[in-house]
C-alpha cells in the first residue's frame, strides 16, 4: 500500500470533538480553508504520524456556523471510533485548496511550489503569517520547515497560473534549515 506524502497535502483543520452518537465528528477549520470543503469527497487525518484517508459520507458536511462544520466520515459510525480522532489534524491534496475570498491576502501563497535561484525547488508553501506587516512564508522540504521573510529583494516573480514563486533568498537561510 503507498503512502500518502505530506509534502504533497496542506493542513487544513483538526477534529475538536464527536458530535452525537453516530460517529460524527466537529471539524474546525483553518478560516483560509473553509471553502476548500464546499466540494471534497474525501480528506486525511493524521493518525500517529501517517496521513489516512477518509471518505466523506454523501452530505456529509453540514457548517453549523463560520467556525466548525458537522462532519460524517466513511467508517467512523460510533462514537468510540469518533473520539478516537480527537485532536487530529486534518489534510487535503494541495490541489484542493479553495482560498476563502475574506483571507485573500497573500494566502493565495498557499500551496504555491517554492524555487530559489541557488538550490533549485525548496518545497510547497504551506503557511502565510503577516507579523506587523511582514509577510513569512513557511515552506515545507522534505529535510526542514523552511521560513522565508518575503520582500521585494526576495520575490523574483510570482506564477498564479502555474502555482509557483521564484524566489532570492539571502545567502546562508535555506542552508541554517538544512543543516
Do not use: W
Not at 473520539?83 to 490541489?95: A, S
Not at 482560498?99 to 485573500?104: A, I, L, M, P
Not at 521560513?147 to 497560473?161: A, C, G, P, R
Request: proline letters at 3%.
Amino acid at each position: 500500500m503507498n503512502q500518502i506524502n505530506k509534502s504533497e497535502c496542506i493542513e487544513v483543520g483538526y477534529i475538536q470533538k464527536p458530535h452525537g452518537l453516530k460517529g460524527e465528528v466537529i471539524l474546525i477549520p483553518a478560516p483560509e480553508y473553509k471553502d476548500t470543503f464546499e466540494d471534497i469527497e474525501f480528506l486525511f487525518i493524521d493518525i500517529d504520524g501517517g496521513l489516512v484517508p477518509f471518505f466523506i459520507e454523501q452530505d456529509g458536511l453540514r457548517f453549523r456556523n463560520n467556525d466548525c462544520i458537522i462532519c460524517s466520515l466513511g467508517f467512523v459510525d460510533s462514537l468510540t471510533k469518533a473520539k478516537e480522532l480527537v485532536g487530529c489534524n486534518v489534510f487535503v491534496f494541495n490541489r484542493e485548496i479553495v482560498v476563502s475570498e475574506e483571507n485573500e491576502d497573500a494566502s493565495y501563497l498557499i500551496g504555491m511550489k517554492a524555487y530559489d535561484n541557488k538550490y533549485g525547488e525548496i518545497g510547497l508553501i504551506s503557511r502565510v503569517d503577516d507579523f506587523s506587516g511582514n509577510l513569512v512564508i513557511t515552506v515545507n522540504n522534505p529535510r526542514a520547515e523552511i521560513l522565508i521573510s518575503l520582500s521585494d529583494e526576495v520575490v523574483n516573480s510570482v506564477s498564479e497560473e502555474r502555482r509557483e514563486i521564484f524566489l532570492n533568498c539571502p545567502d546562508g537561510l535555506i542552508e541554517m534549515y538544512l543543516k
